[in-house]
């Protein structure tokens, strides 16, 4: 009885979960197989963005430290301006890739734009892009 009270312990730690699940690559990539599965039974809409940070400043070592710090403020605003189902991941060293579940690929522009306006508010520097696509459209892609 001990070791399942400790386990709903670790796995329900948060009572509310605010903003979107930040997990390393190799946890997002586990995270997506699954969520990929679960939308074969309950179709939903699975979507991939990636962001890409502008690198304008990384001539130098003091422009390398620029580039963390810019990627550490984008972290904080993609973790705010998302919701509690969606996760996202840092994947190099200014990018990041974001699942969206239950999003339609039509409000990609308005939920990119969320994210850049809670960076820019918290004194981001770069220049952001996107892309983002449904993930059976990716499939299809690999075919």
Known sequence: MGVKK?????????????GA????????VD????????KKR?????ILMFLTLGQESRKSDAG???MQQQMQILKEAVGDSLRSEDAYTQYGE???IL???????????SIFRRVEEAYLERSGKGELWYY???TQELGRMEE
């Open 64 to 66: 390398q430290f620029e």
């Open 94 to 96: 200014r990018h990041f």
């Open 99 to 109: 699942m969206l579940a239950k999003a339609q690929k039509e409000n990609c522009s």
């Open 132 to 134: 983002a696509d449904l």
């Open 21 to 28: 699940y930040y997990c390393p690559y190799s946890s997002f």
């Open 6 to 18: 400790g386990m709903w312990e670790v796995i329900f730690q948060e009572e509310d979960p605010k």
């Open 31 to 38: 995270y997506c197989h699954l969520m990929v599965r679960a």
């Open 42 to 46: 309950n179709d939903i809409s699975i």
